[in-house]
T-cell receptor, first 115, second 114 residues
Framework: AQSVTQLDSQVPVFEEAPVELRCNYS??????LFWYVQYPNQGLQLLLK??????LVESINGFEAEFNKSQTSFHLRKPSVHISDTAEYFC?????????????FGSGTRLSIRP | DVKVTQSSRYLVKRTGEKVFLECVQD?????MFWYRQDPGLGLRLIYF???????EKGDIPEGYSVSREKKERFSLILESASTNQTSMYLC?????????????FGDGTRLSIL
Protein backbone atom coordinates (compact mmCIF):
# COMPACT_ATOMS: atom_id res chain seq x y z
CA ALA A 1 0.00 0.00 0.00
CA GLN A 2 1.03 3.58 -0.53
CA SER A 3 0.65 6.72 1.56
CA VAL A 4 1.41 10.39 0.99
CA THR A 5 2.24 13.03 3.57
CA GLN A 6 2.15 16.73 2.85
CA LEU A 7 3.82 18.28 5.82
CA ASP A 8 2.31 21.75 5.58
CA SER A 9 -1.42 22.37 5.42
CA GLN A 10 -0.93 26.08 4.67
CA VAL A 11 2.00 28.05 3.26
CA PRO A 12 1.79 31.85 3.15
CA VAL A 13 4.44 33.64 1.07
CA PHE A 14 4.98 37.08 -0.36
CA GLU A 15 4.69 37.68 -4.08
CA GLU A 16 7.95 37.08 -5.96
CA ALA A 17 9.37 35.05 -3.07
CA PRO A 18 10.47 31.43 -3.55
CA VAL A 19 8.33 28.60 -2.22
CA GLU A 20 8.70 24.90 -1.49
CA LEU A 21 5.77 22.59 -0.84
CA ARG A 22 6.87 19.37 0.78
CA CYS A 23 5.69 15.88 -0.08
CA ASN A 24 6.87 12.55 1.28
CA TYR A 25 5.54 9.16 0.33
CA SER A 26 5.86 5.57 1.41
CA UNK A 27 5.44 2.53 -0.77
CA UNK A 28 6.65 -1.05 -0.95
CA UNK A 29 6.68 -0.90 -4.76
CA UNK A 30 7.86 1.59 -7.33
CA UNK A 31 5.49 4.46 -7.94
CA UNK A 32 4.65 7.25 -10.31
CA LEU A 33 4.43 10.67 -8.69
CA PHE A 34 2.13 13.59 -9.47
CA TRP A 35 1.41 17.12 -8.35
CA TYR A 36 -2.09 18.48 -8.92
CA VAL A 37 -3.32 22.05 -8.46
CA GLN A 38 -6.83 23.13 -7.52
CA TYR A 39 -7.78 26.75 -8.13
CA PRO A 40 -10.77 28.14 -6.22
CA ASN A 41 -14.09 26.57 -7.21
CA GLN A 42 -12.51 24.20 -9.71
CA GLY A 43 -11.52 20.57 -9.92
CA LEU A 44 -7.94 19.33 -9.81
CA GLN A 45 -5.58 19.81 -12.73
CA LEU A 46 -2.33 17.98 -13.33
CA LEU A 47 0.64 20.27 -12.69
CA LEU A 48 3.51 17.86 -13.35
CA LYS A 49 4.44 14.21 -13.07
CA UNK A 50 7.46 11.99 -12.58
CA UNK A 51 7.39 8.72 -14.47
CA UNK A 52 11.05 7.83 -15.07
CA UNK A 53 14.33 9.31 -16.27
CA UNK A 54 15.48 12.72 -15.05
CA UNK A 55 14.55 13.23 -11.44
CA LEU A 56 13.78 16.92 -12.02
CA VAL A 57 10.49 17.63 -13.75
CA GLU A 58 9.06 20.98 -14.71
CA SER A 59 5.65 22.47 -15.43
CA ILE A 60 4.82 25.11 -18.01
CA ASN A 61 4.17 27.79 -15.38
CA GLY A 62 7.55 27.68 -13.65
CA PHE A 63 7.04 25.01 -10.99
CA GLU A 64 9.47 22.13 -10.67
CA ALA A 65 9.66 19.03 -8.53
CA GLU A 66 12.52 16.71 -7.77
CA PHE A 67 12.15 13.01 -7.12
CA ASN A 68 14.45 11.86 -4.35
CA LYS A 69 14.25 8.10 -4.02
CA SER A 70 16.49 7.81 -0.96
CA GLN A 71 14.40 10.31 0.96
CA THR A 72 11.12 9.21 -0.65
CA SER A 73 10.27 12.81 -1.36
CA PHE A 74 8.83 14.78 -4.27
CA HIS A 75 8.93 18.42 -3.15
CA LEU A 76 7.44 21.13 -5.34
CA ARG A 77 9.31 24.41 -5.79
CA LYS A 78 9.00 27.71 -7.57
CA PRO A 79 11.72 30.38 -7.46
CA SER A 80 9.31 33.33 -7.65
CA VAL A 81 5.56 33.05 -7.03
CA HIS A 82 2.78 35.14 -8.49
CA ILE A 83 -0.64 36.04 -7.13
CA SER A 84 -2.16 33.68 -9.69
CA ASP A 85 -0.41 30.73 -8.02
CA THR A 86 -2.83 30.99 -5.10
CA ALA A 87 -4.40 27.54 -4.97
CA GLU A 88 -4.37 24.23 -3.15
CA TYR A 89 -1.71 21.76 -4.21
CA PHE A 90 -1.98 17.99 -3.90
CA CYS A 91 0.80 15.45 -4.13
CA UNK A 92 -0.21 11.97 -5.33
CA UNK A 93 1.29 8.54 -6.05
CA UNK A 94 0.20 5.57 -8.08
CA UNK A 95 1.81 2.14 -8.08
CA UNK A 96 3.61 0.99 -11.18
CA UNK A 97 2.68 -2.28 -12.85
CA UNK A 98 -0.59 -2.58 -11.03
CA UNK A 99 -3.77 -2.86 -13.02
CA UNK A 100 -6.64 -0.62 -11.95
CA UNK A 101 -4.47 0.85 -9.24
CA UNK A 102 -5.76 3.79 -7.30
CA UNK A 103 -4.08 7.15 -7.03
CA UNK A 104 -3.34 8.06 -3.43
CA PHE A 105 -3.54 11.75 -2.59
CA GLY A 106 -1.98 13.77 0.18
CA SER A 107 -4.13 16.04 2.33
CA GLY A 108 -3.17 19.14 0.35
CA THR A 109 -1.23 22.35 0.93
CA ARG A 110 -2.98 25.68 0.60
CA LEU A 111 -0.63 28.25 -0.93
CA SER A 112 -1.58 31.85 -0.24
CA ILE A 113 0.33 34.69 -1.88
CA ARG A 114 0.57 38.07 -0.17
CA PRO A 115 1.17 41.17 -2.32
CA ASP B 1 -8.65 17.50 -24.60
CA VAL B 2 -10.34 15.27 -22.06
CA LYS B 3 -13.51 16.61 -20.53
CA VAL B 4 -15.11 15.29 -17.38
CA THR B 5 -18.50 16.86 -16.75
CA GLN B 6 -20.37 16.76 -13.48
CA SER B 7 -24.06 17.49 -13.83
CA SER B 8 -24.36 20.04 -11.02
CA ARG B 9 -21.93 22.54 -9.49
CA TYR B 10 -24.11 23.16 -6.44
CA LEU B 11 -26.84 20.99 -4.96
CA VAL B 12 -28.97 21.35 -1.84
CA LYS B 13 -30.93 18.36 -0.56
CA ARG B 14 -32.73 17.34 2.61
CA THR B 15 -31.88 14.63 5.10
CA GLY B 16 -33.26 11.28 4.03
CA GLU B 17 -33.53 12.11 0.34
CA LYS B 18 -32.01 9.85 -2.31
CA VAL B 19 -29.41 11.89 -4.17
CA PHE B 20 -27.87 11.22 -7.57
CA LEU B 21 -24.60 12.79 -8.71
CA GLU B 22 -23.81 12.27 -12.37
CA CYS B 23 -20.47 12.27 -14.14
CA VAL B 24 -19.75 11.92 -17.86
CA GLN B 25 -16.38 11.71 -19.61
CA ASP B 26 -15.82 12.01 -23.34
CA UNK B 27 -12.53 10.16 -23.88
CA UNK B 28 -13.55 6.51 -23.68
CA UNK B 29 -11.66 6.03 -20.41
CA UNK B 30 -11.97 2.66 -18.73
CA UNK B 31 -11.50 3.86 -15.17
CA MET B 32 -13.70 6.31 -13.30
CA PHE B 33 -13.60 7.47 -9.69
CA TRP B 34 -15.67 9.31 -7.12
CA TYR B 35 -13.97 11.26 -4.32
CA ARG B 36 -15.16 13.51 -1.59
CA GLN B 37 -13.04 16.45 -0.54
CA ASP B 38 -13.18 17.92 2.95
CA PRO B 39 -10.92 20.60 4.48
CA GLY B 40 -7.80 19.11 6.00
CA LEU B 41 -8.61 15.60 4.78
CA GLY B 42 -7.69 15.93 1.13
CA LEU B 43 -9.41 13.61 -1.33
CA ARG B 44 -10.91 10.38 -0.08
CA LEU B 45 -11.92 7.70 -2.53
CA ILE B 46 -15.52 6.55 -2.27
CA TYR B 47 -15.85 4.12 -5.19
CA PHE B 48 -14.18 3.44 -8.48
CA UNK B 49 -15.01 1.48 -11.59
CA UNK B 50 -12.60 -0.06 -14.10
CA UNK B 51 -15.20 -1.22 -16.58
CA UNK B 52 -18.89 -1.10 -17.38
CA UNK B 53 -20.95 -2.70 -14.60
CA UNK B 54 -17.80 -3.19 -12.51
CA UNK B 55 -17.26 -1.34 -9.26
CA GLU B 56 -14.86 -1.44 -6.35
CA LYS B 57 -15.16 0.08 -2.91
CA GLY B 58 -12.76 2.81 -2.04
CA ASP B 59 -11.79 3.98 1.42
CA ILE B 60 -15.14 5.41 2.54
CA PRO B 61 -17.99 3.61 0.71
CA GLU B 62 -20.47 3.57 3.60
CA GLY B 63 -23.69 5.39 2.78
CA TYR B 64 -22.94 5.48 -0.95
CA SER B 65 -23.49 3.30 -3.99
CA VAL B 66 -22.55 3.69 -7.65
CA SER B 67 -23.80 2.75 -11.06
CA ARG B 68 -21.93 2.33 -14.34
CA GLU B 69 -24.27 1.17 -17.07
CA LYS B 70 -22.36 2.90 -19.88
CA LYS B 71 -18.66 3.45 -20.26
CA GLU B 72 -18.88 7.23 -20.31
CA ARG B 73 -21.16 7.66 -17.29
CA PHE B 74 -20.50 6.99 -13.61
CA SER B 75 -23.19 7.86 -11.07
CA LEU B 76 -22.81 8.29 -7.34
CA ILE B 77 -25.90 7.60 -5.23
CA LEU B 78 -26.54 8.67 -1.67
CA GLU B 79 -29.22 6.19 -0.62
CA SER B 80 -30.49 8.28 2.29
CA ALA B 81 -28.67 11.57 2.58
CA SER B 82 -27.34 12.66 5.96
CA THR B 83 -25.81 15.93 7.11
CA ASN B 84 -22.35 14.36 7.41
CA GLN B 85 -22.40 13.83 3.66
CA THR B 86 -22.27 17.56 3.08
CA SER B 87 -19.07 17.91 1.07
CA MET B 88 -17.43 18.62 -2.26
CA TYR B 89 -17.67 15.61 -4.58
CA LEU B 90 -15.18 15.16 -7.38
CA CYS B 91 -15.37 12.75 -10.30
CA UNK B 92 -12.29 11.66 -12.22
CA UNK B 93 -11.38 9.38 -15.09
CA UNK B 94 -8.18 7.79 -16.34
CA UNK B 95 -7.21 5.85 -19.41
CA UNK B 96 -6.15 2.24 -19.40
CA UNK B 97 -4.59 0.07 -16.81
CA UNK B 98 -1.09 1.52 -16.88
CA UNK B 99 -0.22 3.63 -13.89
CA UNK B 100 1.59 6.48 -15.62
CA UNK B 101 -1.55 8.23 -16.78
CA UNK B 102 -2.84 11.15 -14.70
CA UNK B 103 -6.43 11.45 -13.63
CA UNK B 104 -8.71 14.00 -15.26
CA PHE B 105 -11.15 15.71 -12.91
CA GLY B 106 -14.51 17.39 -13.21
CA ASP B 107 -15.13 20.76 -11.58
CA GLY B 108 -16.87 19.21 -8.61
CA THR B 109 -20.32 19.25 -7.06
CA ARG B 110 -20.71 21.07 -3.78
CA LEU B 111 -23.47 19.19 -1.99
CA SER B 112 -25.26 20.52 1.06
CA ILE B 113 -27.56 18.29 3.08
CA LEU B 114 -29.95 20.21 5.31
Amino acid sequence: AQSVTQLDSQVPVFEEAPVELRCNYSSSVSVYLFWYVQYPNQGLQLLLKYLSGSTLVESINGFEAEFNKSQTSFHLRKPSVHISDTAEYFCAVRAMYSSASKIIFGSGTRLSIRP
Amino acid sequence: DVKVTQSSRYLVKRTGEKVFLECVQDMDHENMFWYRQDPGLGLRLIYFSYDVKMKEKGDIPEGYSVSREKKERFSLILESASTNQTSMYLCASIAGQVGNQPQHFGDGTRLSIL
